[in-house]
């Protein structure tokens, strides 16, 4: 199991992973300490530019998803959203928990970090098997083989 999970595609989704993130956390850093925009907006502004770029690339070259159906859309950007939530929502009380004697400013950065670390690994398995899940591995579930 572990041998399909760490396949070609997931190779790929870490190599996109790597010029989103350089993208969306010099978004996100930029907005929060150049800019002083809180710590939700340049987070939010990470996922909003990056989640444009992700879907093409991810769509494309990674999932090398066909379907031209609205519906691909619409779970990319719930997916996203859920994974936006959960992550940076976990990643905020816990880092303000675990380093409480630090700065607001410092623990917000640190809290960005964990966020993103949190959405990379919820979004993996959300694109893959949510949002950009073949209709035919849906319909066939031994295609994958």
Excluded at 67 to 96: E, Q, T, W
Aim: glycine share 4%.
């Amino acid at each position: 199991m572990i041998q399909k999970l760490l396949d070609k595609t997931f190779w790929k989704f870490i190599l996109v992973g790597i010029v989103n993130t350089v993208f969306g956390t010099g978004i996100m850093f930029l907005f929060y300490n150049v800019f002083h925009l809180s710590y939700w907006v340049s987070s939010a502004s990470n996922y909003i530019f990056g989640s444009i770029l992700s879907y093409f690339l991810n769509k494309h070259f990674t999932f090398q998803n066909k379907d031209k159906s609205p519906k691909v859309v619409v779970k990319f950007i719930i997916n996203i959203s859920v994974c936006y939530l959960l992550a940076y929502g976990i990643a905020k009380p816990l880092v303000r928990m675990v380093f409480s004697s630090l700065s607001t400013n410092l623990q917000e950065n640190l809290a960005m970090l964990a966020g993103m670390c949190f959405f990379v690994l919820l979004n993996y398995f959300g694109q893959r098997f949510f949002a950009f899940k073949s209709q035919e591995s849906q319909s066939n579930p031994k295609s994958e083989k």
